[in-house]
């Protein structure tokens, strides 16, 4: 009885120590920073857009989103208030990077290096804690002063030959009925919404933004990352808000 009972034992700790084994640790400073390139002319989008803050509520300060609405939906039906061309140029080079053939929303992109389509929620938490458990958050240092309608940021960081460092300013929360197209009749929900992208190719230096009309620069967030030009990797992020 008492061997057989030493057995059982041991093989429950040889249990314990291969199911230990399989799964793996996040690194305490792993990260993800996800894309979502999206728009309001497209009914599929909102369930990616809902999908966000429930990503950021559930890996916490492991993860930064941001939303970049595209304008090639603007021509049928109605015009996102939010979408730039800017943000269009930057999904391409993602699709050229990426091999894939076409754009589409909603897409997101994590880290740089993996797309996929933005609601999805299985598929991004799949990338989401794979790259959170292998990627060291390179770091980045951020200091602000304000006015009631500027914001200056500056910014410090280590930057390789092949790095640029972005940054970006984002409304925190948006809301649009919309009118007209796809989802009339519909009120979306919008987080971390960008407005403005800035890139620098040196570590040290400044951002200035001006607070919209009518908008509160409390209303907005920072976020800087650092992005090779030669493969998109992103491989340190960091977003503060705005005081």
Known sequence: MKIAVLLSGIMLLASLSCNSQQTPTAKVNGFALVELFTSEGCSSCPAADALMPKLVEEYG????????????????????PFSQHLFTERQNRYANFLNQEFVYTPEAIVNGTKGMIGSDKSDLKQAISQVIASKENRAIQLQQSTTNDAIT?????????EDLLLVVLAKTQATTTVKKGENAGRTLKHSNVVYELRSFSSGNGNASFKVPAGLSRKDFKIVAFIQSKQTMEITGAREMNVL
């Open 61 to 80: 300060e492991h993860i930064i989103t941001l939303s970049f609405h595209v304008d090639y939906w603007d021509r049928l039906g109605w015009k996102d």
């Open 153 to 161: 940021v500056s910014f410090s960081c280590e930057l390789r030959k």
